[in-house]
């Protein structure tokens, strides 16, 4: 297939933003459209088409500067509200996880294994404004002797605090069932046995990386919504897969893309960034993310226009296969299946789960819309894109 040339560029598409003159739908909008009036002729008329995510995303955390206190001291081991942070960057640097649970969970007490409150909890916690309690350990030195801080802290009087997440916005994800005589408890929720239930991911049409299948738009220094806040791109997430297996229009049909995205935790909103307990699992964090798609040719048109049904991922068994670290597809499914409360397998309805908030996906994706149109937020180039497979 051969690349459509361009009619447009990034910065005619900011001049249009800054004159109020620019054309933003979202990717909901955009599949009508394309759909009625075709690829070509969407690229004309519109500029940017914007997209939306909210669901747990297990690898994500914070860089956190806690100051420094007097006498000085150089942490090697820090908690933040009982939850074991890692400290060996520098004197008062330290970095908290999402999944890190804390040392003395009570649920974890009772049902092993379970946890309450982690490293998600605390960044939706300071995000809230709330006190969060730290402690810090050291051994001591002669330019840092103190061996112990103790110290309530809030996210305001904080001198550096970032959201860094190491891998977001999955390109596709597997629909999980469970073939098992027994109920398991996974990162992709309850699944009860004999497929008693089938859960899934990702926001469908409206999901970042489903729009952009080779991201010809994206990369180092792309600006997106994060946690409520202005974000960046700094480039391809963890286990990010461009070269997975890919359908009509370049979907992919497994896990594929993944993005590194950081953004300044200060003015995030904790209704975007929400710790969560998985039961069974251990802890997460619910991260919402936009990324906005300029149309700059009739190639992009097309890939935004994707459809629910148009989008299928593989039905994986996490009973049997994925503890054994296999992936064997059990066939495929549409999103339009998945979002219709029940699929069809193996002869039996199965009711299906979303763990996205397609909800709180699509209020992002307007969100950013409207950022756009008041002219508060300007696209970027990529300085790099992200690692891809030609078209």
């Known amino acids: 297939m051969a690349k459509k040339k361009a009619i447009k560029t990034i910065e005619e598409i900011n001049e249009r933003i800054k004159k109020g003159t620019v054309v933003v739908v979202t990717?909901?909008?955009?599949?009508?459209?394309?759909k009625s009036k075709g690829p070509e002729k969407a690229a004309k008329e519109i500029d940017v088409v914007t997209t939306g995510t909210f669901s747990p995303m297990c690898s994500s955390g914070a860089f956190i500067n806690f100051g420094h206190a007097k006498p000085g001291i150089k942490a090697t081991k820090v908690w933040l509200n009982g939850v074991p942070a890692y400290a060996g960057l520098a004197a008062v640097d330290i970095y908290i996880g999402a999944t890190e649970p804390t040392e003395d969970d009570p649920l974890n007490r009772v049902h092993p294994g379970q946890f309450k409150y982690g490293g998600?909890?605390?960044?939706?916690?300071?995000i809230a404004g709330k006190k969060v309690y730290l402690k810090a350990t050291a051994y001591g030195t002669d330019c840092y002797p103190n061996k112990e801080v103790k110290k309530r802290i809030r996210l305001s009087n904080l001198p550096y605090a970032v959201l860094l997440n190491p891998r977001n916005a999955y390109q596709n994800y597997n629909c999980a069932i469970n073939l098992s005589d027994k109920t398991i408890y996974t990162y992709m929720g309850v699944l009860k046995p004999h497929a008693g239930n089938a859960n899934y991911a990702t926001s469908g049409q409206l999901s970042p990386l489903l729009n952009d299948p080779y991201y010809l738009t994206l990369g180092l220094g792309t600006r997106i919504f994060l946690g409520g806040a202005k974000?960046?791109?700094?480039?391809?997430?963890?286990?990010?897969?461009?070269?997975?297996?890919?359908?009509?229009?370049?979907?992919?049909?497994?896990?594929?893309?993944?993005?590194?995205?950081?953004g300044n935790l200060k003015e995030m909103d904790p209704k975007f960034v929400v710790g969560v307990s998985i039961l069974g699992y251990g802890c997460s964090l619910?991260?919402?993310i936009g990324v906005p798609i300029p149309i700059l040719n009739e190639d992009m048109a097309r890939f935004t226009g994707?459809?629910?049904?148009?989008?299928?991922?593989?039905?994986?068994?996490?009973?049997?296969?994925?503890?054994?670290?296999?992936?064997?597809?059990?066939?495929?499914?549409?999103?339009?299946?998945?979002?219709s409360g029940t699929i069809k397998f193996n002869g039996q309805e199965v009711p299906t789960v979303p763990l996205t908030s397609y909800k709180r996906s699509r209020e992002i994706a307007e969100l950013l819309k409207g950022w756009i149109e008041k002219g508060e937020f300007l696209l970027t180039n990529p300085v790099e894109t992200l690692p891809t497979v030609p078209f």
Request: net charge negative; proline share 6%; no cysteine.
């Open 27 to 34: 990717a909901e909008e955009m599949t009508k459209i394309v």
């Open 286 to 288: 619910a991260v919402g």
């Open 231 to 262: 974000g960046y791109i700094i480039g391809p997430g963890t286990q990010h897969n461009p070269n997975a297996k890919r359908g009509k229009n370049g979907v992919p049909l497994q896990p594929a893309g993944t993005l590194m995205v950081m």
């Open 120 to 126: 998600g909890h605390v960044i939706h916690d300071l």
């Open 306 to 339: 994707v459809s629910d049904d148009e989008i299928f991922t593989n039905i994986i068994d996490y009973g049997n296969d994925y503890p054994r670290g296999e992936a064997r597809s059990l066939g495929t499914v549409s999103y339009a299946e998945l979002k």
